[in-house]
T-cell receptor, first 112, second 111 residues
Framework: QQQVKQSPQSLIVQKGGISIINCAYENTAFDYFPWYQQFPGKGPALLIAIRPDVSEKKEGRFTISFNKSAKQFSLHIMDSQPGDSATYFCAASKRSNYQLIWGAGTKLIIKP | GAGVSQSPSNKVTEKGKDVELRCDPISGHTALYWYRQRLGQGLEFLIYFQGNSAPDKSGLPSDRFSAERTGESVSTLTIQRTQQEDSAVYLC?????????FGPGTRLTVT
């Protein structure tokens, strides 16, 4: 029940295309769903996050879509650029416990 | 403002030696986490400190691993009698709520 399942494991997208990464969770107590971006040799950095009271959050080219009934959330990267090539992690946590439960990560490659 | 800092950035040690890794969290952050990340892999939770509460040590892989934190300041992760399988990047993160902010990590290589 504590798991967050992330897919795909790797993804190749042409420059200018839309990158989509999906995550699913079981624990309905989760109320915070962030996405982190990690470049090689760096620590993960918070990219965008959503709470279950909204179905979508957009920041620039990055959008989180959230489906509470399906217990799924996804990251969409519009107009993908080579600089977006990185590993992306989804995560979830609940208000009573700050700990994040992490997805396994998706290695995204944007081909020029 | 200053982010999370970790030292050293790289550490090469011989099998069997002890190592200490340091994490300086963001000032005012009550929570601190240690993770291990093997090459090309995800984040493996090790230990979590929250204020003055007892730490959650449920992720420590063996009794060779230990960590300390004094109040809401610096934390040290100690690995005793290092083994080659301990080679990884050790990441520290701190938070004041649910958002975690990561340091750059310490790359540990055990030869």
């Amino acid at each position: 029940q504590q798991q967050v399942k992330q897919s795909p494991q790797s993804l190749i997208v042409q420059k200018g295309g839309i990158s989509i990464i999906n995550c699913a969770y079981e624990n309905t107590a989760f109320d915070y769903f962030p996405w982190y971006q990690q470049f090689p040799g760096k620590g993960p950095a918070l990219l965008i996050a959503i709470r279950p009271d909204v179905s979508e959050k957009k920041e620039g080219r990055f959008t989180i879509s959230f489906n509470k009934s399906a217990k799924q959330f996804s990251l969409h990267i519009m107009d993908s650029q080579p600089g977006d090539s990185a590993t992306y992690f989804c995560a979830a946590s609940k208000r009573s416990n700050y700990q994040l439960i992490w997805g396994a990560g998706t290695k995204l490659i944007i081909k020029p | 403002g200053a982010g999370v800092s970790q030292s050293p950035s790289n550490k090469v040690t011989e099998k069997g030696k002890d190592v200490e890794l340091r994490c300086d969290p963001i000032s005012g952050h009550t929570a601190l986490y240690w993770y291990r990340q093997r090459l090309g892999q995800g984040l493996e939770f090790l230990i979590y400190f929250q204020g003055n509460s007892a730490p959650d040590k449920s992720g420590l892989p063996s009794d060779r691993f230990s960590a300390e934190r004094t109040g809401e300041s610096v934390s040290t992760l100690t690995i005793q009698r290092t083994q080659q399988e301990d080679s990884a990047v050790y990441l520290c993160a701190s938070s004041s709520w649910q958002e975690q902010y990561f340091g750059p990590g310490t790359r540990l290589t055990v030869t």
